[in-house]
């Protein structure tokens, strides 16, 4: 047995935004920008490692709505417009900077790095990322994990087990439609856990979730072994805490990786930094700047003027960033080893989106960190929470107490004096919901008036999303996440009106379906309590 494991997790996630009522939205290109400079970017370096025949794993949870929107054809069909236009105006700055050979050196780059996007994208994978993902997990090396329907914040649903039940069964049930099996695993929105909720997820088949620190440090039974070691919640289903070490070295603002000098900028962007005229054919309408993906500078430092990105002393440096990440690892193992009855698991969990998208050179960090922990697999193993599951069967029973990953630890990003007015509504919406599913439970099979429930069950699910009182709370795009809200919540009165009163519109209704087509298969009866 080796003597410890590193558990790799990359959450990926987006909320549902898609706009066919539109010619182009801004907030699609969320999803854009994750393709280009997240997904596809893991997808190379997966297909490198099994070229290379590295032993490796790796866990990578996947929610609804980002398999939902990956698999969307209007959706795949304007990401390719927009990669056109990527190539397009790499070609352009190929041009303008032809007198300054530093900065032409990176628009070729681009200009590379755009079509072997749009390679991997249309004609390895016939833009289908998903299928990509699966060939991955299929050789054993990718393990596959999913989340709640909607992202939505379980903690602050759990006034209604029929909402969490439903959060919880959705969210599989999509998984299982798109990838073909069913997940072990499964990531708590947030991180966001109290307890009980092992209830509905031992329900549903899960075997393991993951949580905070705190949470597994503050169970009902001092663990043991600390955050290095799962917990049985005392019904099967295990829980994995996150571990503070490893996470700081990629998430911190001061010790983390990601800020050194010589990575690339994020927030120097030509769709910012150029003449509006020479930009407008690639920003939103022609007049509202957004980011392009071309930046030519690299981090330098504190107040200080942004010099020139150099690819090569990145590379240099992420590939010593893995090594000491790596090191450091095995340090730690041993440390832990000396104390621990089993070898210690340490749990690294991150946003899947950090690597690519904030940071550029992340997905190559993460290359080389599983090719020197596959080179020093007798101290350090690269493992799945499954595999561990395996090797390790008996474990100290505790529940874990009430946590998040989120500011604070609790639930206060997700409900504040910015956004606490969501709640009530959402309460009352699934109420309501509840009461449909009753009184109309043996409406006749695919019946318009089961459309309209199933339509009703899609907006109060869209409506639950934990990405809206989020952005409302961090100060992003606040107008367009309270909005999501409202019109999600009216698009679910409406029909619930429309179903009472039996005045069931069917234009409308298909103009909602259409709109929202998320979960085909979705059935509202699954909302009565029995």
Same mark, same amino acid.
């Given at each position: 047995m080796?003597?410890?494991? *590193?558990?790799?997790?990359?959450?990926?996630?987006?909320?549902y935004?898609?706009?066919?009522?539109?010619?182009?939205?801004?907030?699609?290109?969320?999803?854009?920008?994750?393709?280009t400079?997240?997904?596809?970017?893991?997808?190379?370096v997966?297909?490198?490692?099994?070229?290379?025949?590295?032993?490796?794993?790796?866990?990578? @949870?996947?929610?609804?709505?980002?398999?939902?929107?990956?698999?969307?054809?209007?959706?795949?069909?304007?990401?390719?417009?927009?990669?056109?236009?990527?190539?397009?105006?790499?070609e352009k700055?190929?041009?303008?900077?032809?007198?300054?050979?530093?900065?032409?050196?990176?628009?070729?780059?681009?200009?590379?790095?755009?079509?072997?996007?749009?390679?991997?994208?249309?004609?390895?994978?016939?833009?289908?990322?998903?299928?990509?993902?699966?060939?991955?997990h299929?050789?054993?090396? *990718?393990?596959? =994990?999913t989340?709640?329907?909607?992202?939505?914040?379980?903690?602050?649903?759990?006034?209604?087990?029929?909402?969490?039940?439903?959060?919880?069964?959705v969210?599989?049930?999509?998984?299982?439609?798109?990838?073909?099996?069913?997940? #072990?695993?499964?990531?708590?929105?947030?991180?966001?856990?109290?307890?009980?909720?092992?209830?509905?997820?031992k329900?549903?088949?899960?075997?393991?979730?993951?949580?905070?620190?705190?949470?597994?440090?503050?169970?009902?039974?001092?663990?043991i072994?600390?955050?290095?070691?799962?917990?049985?919640?005392?019904?099967?289903?295990?829980?994995?805490?996150?571990?503070?070490?490893? #996470?700081?070295?990629?998430?911190? #603002?001061?010790?983390?990786?990601?800020?050194?000098?010589?990575?690339?900028?994020?927030?120097?962007? =030509?769709?910012?930094?150029?003449?509006?005229?020479?930009?407008?054919?690639?920003?939103?309408?022609?007049?509202?700047?957004?980011n392009?993906?071309?930046?030519?500078?690299?981090?330098?430092?504190?107040?200080?003027?942004?010099?020139?990105?150099?690819?090569?002393?990145?590379?240099?440096?992420?590939?010593?960033?893995?090594?000491?990440?790596?090191?450091k690892?095995?340090?730690?193992?041993?440390?832990?080893?000396?104390?621990?009855?089993?070898?210690?698991? =340490?749990?690294?969990?991150?946003?899947?989106?950090?690597?690519?998208?904030?940071?550029?050179?992340?997905?190559?960090?993460?290359?080389?960190?599983?090719?020197?922990?596959?080179?020093?697999?007798?101290?350090?193993?690269?493992?799945?929470?499954?595999?561990?599951?395996?090797?390790?069967?008996?474990?100290?029973?505790?529940?874990?107490?009430?946590?998040?990953?989120?500011?604070?630890?609790?639930?206060?990003?997700w409900?504040?004096?910015?956004n606490?007015?969501?709640?009530?509504?959402?309460h009352?919406?699934?109420?309501?919901?509840?009461?449909?599913?009753?009184?109309?439970y043996?409406?006749?099979?695919? @019946?318009?008036?089961e459309?309209?429930?199933?339509?009703?069950?899609?907006?109060?699910?869209?409506?639950?999303?934990?990405?809206?009182?989020?952005?409302?709370?961090?100060?992003?795009? =606040?107008e367009?996440?309270?909005k999501?809200?409202?019109?999600?919540?009216?698009?679910?009165?409406?029909?619930?009106?429309?179903?009472?009163n039996?005045?069931?519109?069917?234009?409308?209704?298909?103009?909602?379906?259409?709109?929202?087509?998320?979960?085909?298969?979705?059935?509202?009866?699954?909302?009565s309590?029995?």
């Amino acid at each position: 047995m080796e003597k410890g494991f *590193l558990g790799i997790v990359l959450h990926g996630h987006l909320p549902y935004v898609r706009h066919p009522e539109y010619d182009s939205f801004f907030e699609e290109n969320w999803l854009f920008e994750a393709i280009t400079e997240c997904y596809i970017p893991l997808i190379r370096v997966l297909d490198r490692l099994q070229g290379d025949r590295v032993d490796y794993r790796l866990t990578l @949870s996947l929610s609804p709505t980002l398999i939902s929107m990956l698999r969307d054809e209007l959706l795949q069909a304007r990401y390719l417009k927009h990669l056109h236009k990527l190539i397009e105006l790499s070609e352009k700055e190929i041009v303008r900077t032809r007198k300054t050979r530093g900065y032409q050196k990176l628009a070729r780059c681009y200009r590379r790095f755009f079509l072997d996007t749009l390679k991997i994208f249309q004609n390895q994978y016939h833009s289908d990322i998903l299928s990509a993902f699966k060939k991955h997990h299929l050789a054993g090396n *990718l393990e596959l =994990i999913t989340c709640a329907a909607t992202h939505g914040f379980l903690p602050l649903l759990n006034i209604s087990e029929a909402a969490v039940r439903n959060q919880i069964n959705v969210g599989i049930e999509t998984f299982k439609s798109n990838l073909g099996f069913s997940p #072990s695993g499964f990531w708590l929105p947030e991180c966001g856990y109290y307890p009980g909720l092992e209830v509905p997820l031992k329900n549903a088949g899960i075997k393991y979730f993951f949580a905070d620190t705190h949470g597994v440090l503050n169970a009902s039974q001092q663990p043991i072994n600390g955050v290095h070691a799962a917990l049985d919640c005392g019904n099967g289903v295990t829980v994995f805490a996150r571990d503070p070490e490893s #996470s700081r070295q990629v998430w911190s #603002s001061h010790e983390g990786y990601p800020g050194d000098y010589d990575y690339r900028e994020y927030y120097s962007d =030509i769709g910012y930094d150029l003449d509006l005229e020479y930009i407008a054919p690639y920003i939103l309408e022609g007049n509202i700047r957004i980011n392009t993906g071309i930046k030519y500078h690299r981090v330098t430092g504190k107040d200080l003027p942004k010099q020139i990105y150099q690819p090569r002393w990145a590379y240099e440096k992420v590939q010593s960033h893995a090594r000491d990440f790596i090191n450091k690892r095995q340090d730690q193992i041993a440390r832990l080893s000396e104390t621990m009855d089993r070898p210690p698991i =340490i749990v690294s969990p991150y946003d899947a989106e950090l690597f690519g998208h904030w940071w550029f050179e992340g997905p190559i960090w993460l290359e080389y960190v599983l090719r020197y922990a596959n080179e020093l697999s007798s101290t350090v193993k690269t493992v799945s929470c499954s595999d561990y599951l395996q090797q390790i069967t008996t474990h100290q029973v505790a529940t874990p107490s009430a946590s998040t990953w989120g500011d604070q630890g609790y639930s206060s990003y997700w409900i504040n004096e910015e956004n606490d007015w969501i709640y009530p509504v959402l309460h009352q919406a699934g109420t309501t919901m509840e009461k449909l599913a009753v009184d109309y439970y043996a409406v006749q099979k695919n @019946s318009i008036m089961e459309r309209a429930l199933n339509q009703a069950t899609r907006s109060l699910l869209l409506a639950q999303s934990s990405d809206w009182p989020f952005i409302i709370k961090s100060g992003t795009t =606040i107008e367009y996440a309270k909005k999501r809200v409202v019109d999600y919540l009216a698009r679910f009165n409406y029909l619930h009106n429309m179903i009472r009163n039996n005045t069931i519109d069917e234009r409308r209704l298909v103009a909602l379906e259409v709109m929202d087509n998320i979960f085909p298969e979705i059935d509202f009866r699954d909302y009565s309590k029995s």
